[in-house]
């Protein structure tokens, strides 16, 4: 990386919750995916093709230039940002045979894991993720990978009709001339019928900008090169988040109460409270996690049960489809569930004791009273095991990068658990969650319209999804878990608000014994947010919420990571390297959790 993007010094972090996908950091700074041992030829490629593509960005691409021409319309914005990134990865495919060869298999695993194999309509995928391999496969001529086949018969008859005075092709002339090639790329936006405009309505590609725009756009580059000055040196500015977290029990009280006056004078400069959005974490987190975190706004944030997202006769669709890739899982893990029953069931169920005083006379003792009559009669009595009360809420991570076995397996398994402790007598509510859209969606639409305010904190619109109640049979909802397997609907993940909703849910129910485990492939990842706040905003706040149940509430707490090491932020945790093994690991946890009493 160091040597295709020229610097010497590049600093290169690891991370268990990187996907082989190529994705550019919202920070800037090169993360890749962390390497396992004795990694297959395949997955070398993969981790190679994920350096290339981030050394080739920094390689070929002016981020002041970028700034000043990126349009200010979010769907825009996102075109142009994919269109970029296909510049520097064609420059890299002509230039280095290796390099070609590391990026085309990057672009096979993003198809693959956006499902565009599976597409039945353009509307199904992710606008930025279509164009960027679109375009990448028009620039560099490469043989486009089976799994975006359908993506490419669905797309090429809208554009064939609709560029007609600029295409592809022209991009592929000035791919060595950035503004040459954003300009060009800006007239390609429009001619897909998406408006290059300002927030203020003025079209960003007018030549005669005002000075005072033009004075403003340089202002926000001023201000977001401040930020990043600032974020590298928290001594110097704000108190970083991991200050918050990593510090003593004072100087996290010191952070917390910085941070929450810094909130509220932000709220008093935009106005009156009812107004503005920028406000503190809800209260209803019982006594609440002490942090910096902040929302934009909730307005648009969704609390939705899995049926009102589809037909009734779409649901029964998806749960036969999950039925079918299922299949063969679904014995073992039957097996599995049976175990689990047994082990809660003798912990239910009565026993003896026997050798008292008085009681019930035992008859296994009566041979050897008439054998010798000096011996006193024995009695027994009836005792029951203590077995509490006991809810279990399973909290899904129903985000983008769970597409395909990871999330049929998390279904399926949710089913078999949720029967299984019903037999029991133990309630299940089984939880989702995500966001409505894609980098933002509407909260980042009106933090826009409001001229983008410094440090907005959490800018996207989150949806929880409620699949199964605790209180709902699991035969009247089974239907509902067919949803995660609908296009559209996994897409990124807050972890911290989720868990403080599942939280709150579990709270107020009146069983003695409350349990949430949680199921995640990776870290929380919202490139809106992430994009304007500091990189480990939402990881500061899962950690403090984690914290929070942990040490102060009488829930208990347990994860599953697939493929993601979560026990650095969970006490009681296990990974997983395959979605295969997430059935069996989901029911040791809860049987280990049963066996405590």
């Known amino acids: 990386m160091r040597t295709i993007s020229g610097q010497k010094e590049l600093e290169v972090t690891y991370s268990a919750a990187e996907t082989p996908t190529g994705r550019l950091s919202p920070t800037g700074k090169p993360r890749l995916p962390a390497p396992g041992h004795n990694m297959p030829p395949e997955e070398k490629r993969l981790l190679r093709g994920c350096a290339d593509t981030q050394a080739l960005y920094i390689a070929h691409h002016n981020n002041k230039l970028h700034a000043h021409m990126e349009p200010r319309d979010p769907r825009a914005q996102e075109a142009f940002n994919a269109l970029e990134q296909a510049r ?19 672009l096979d695993e993003k198809c693959r894991r ?62 060595h001339d950035q503004k040459a090639y954003a300009d060009l790329a800006k007239k390609l936006i429009k001619a897909l019928d998406i408006p290059i405009e300002d927030v203020d309505g003025g079209d960003s590609q007018d030549d005669s900008e005002s000075e005072e725009q033009q004075s403003d756009t340089e202002s926000e580059q001023d201000q977001q090169e401040t930020q990043e000055e600032d974020g590298q040196d928290s001594s110097q500015g704000q108190v970083g988040m991991d200050d918050v977290f990593e510090g003593g029990e004072d100087d996290h009280m010191d952070a917390s109460f910085e941070d929450q006056n810094d909130a509220e004078d932000a709220a008093d400069q935009s106005g009156d409270g009812e107004a503005n959005p920028f406000r503190q974490r809800n209260a209803d987190f019982m006594d609440g996690p002490e942090s910096r975190y902040v929302v934009f706004t909730d307005q648009f944030d969704e609390e939705i049960n899995a049926d009102e997202l589809a037909e009734s006769s779409e649901l029964s669709r998806l749960r036969n489809v999950l039925d079918q890739q299922l299949g063969s899982h679904q014995a073992i893990i039957t097996k599995l569930a049976n175990r689990l029953q047994r082990k809660v069931m003798a912990q239910q169920r009565r026993s003896w004791e026997f050798g008292l005083e008085e009681g019930i006379l035992d008859p296994t003792r009566l041979a050897r009273i008439i054998a010798n009559p000096n011996v006193p009669l024995s009695y027994k009595a009836e005792k029951e095991t203590e077995f509490r009360d006991t809810v279990v809420t399973l909290l899904i991570d129903n985000s983008g990068s769970m597409r395909g076995r990871p999330i049929a397996l998390a279904a399926m398994s949710a089913d078999i658990i949720s029967r299984t402790l019903e037999r029991c007598g133990v309630k299940v509510e089984i939880l989702g969650f995500t966001t409505r859209a894609w980098k933002g969606g509407k909260s980042r639409d009106l933090w826009m319209q409001q001229g983008r305010p410094e440090n907005p904190g959490r800018l996207n619109d989150i949806r929880h999804i409620i699949y199964k109640a605790a209180d709902a049979p699991m035969r009247r909802t089974r239907k509902n878990l067919g949803l995660m397997l609908k296009e559209g609907i996994l897409k990124e993940n807050i972890d911290g608000e989720a868990l403080v909703w599942a939280h709150n849910r579990i709270a107020k129910r009146g069983e003695a014994r409350k ?23 939402l990881e500061a706040d899962l950690r403090n919420v984690i914290h929070w149940i942990e040490n102060k509430s009488n829930i208990e707490l347990t994860a599953i990571g697939i493929g993601h090491d979560v026990t650095r932020y969970y006490d009681r945790a296990m990974t997983i390297a395959d979605a295969d093994q997430l059935a069996k690991a989901l029911i040791d946890q809860l049987a280990d959790l049963f066996d405590e009493k």
């Open 88 to 106: 520097c990865e064609a420059i890299g495919y002509e230039n280095m045979k290796g390099v070609g060869a590391n990026l085309s298999a990057v």
């Open 114 to 175: 956006a499902g565009f194999q599976n597409l039945n309509s353009k509307d199904q995928v992710n606008f930025g993720d279509a164009l960027h391999v679109l375009s990448r496969i028009a620039l560099t001529g490469e043989q486009p990978p089976a799994s975006a086949t359908k993506l490419m018969q669905l797309w090429e008859p809208v554009l064939q009709t609709q560029f007609k005075d600029v295409g592809f092709d022209n991009l592929k002339d000035v791919l």
């Open 515 to 537: 349990i949430i485990m949680v199921i995640s492939d990776g870290a929380p990842v919202d490139d809106s947010t992430l994009s304007v706040n500091p990189s480990n905003f």
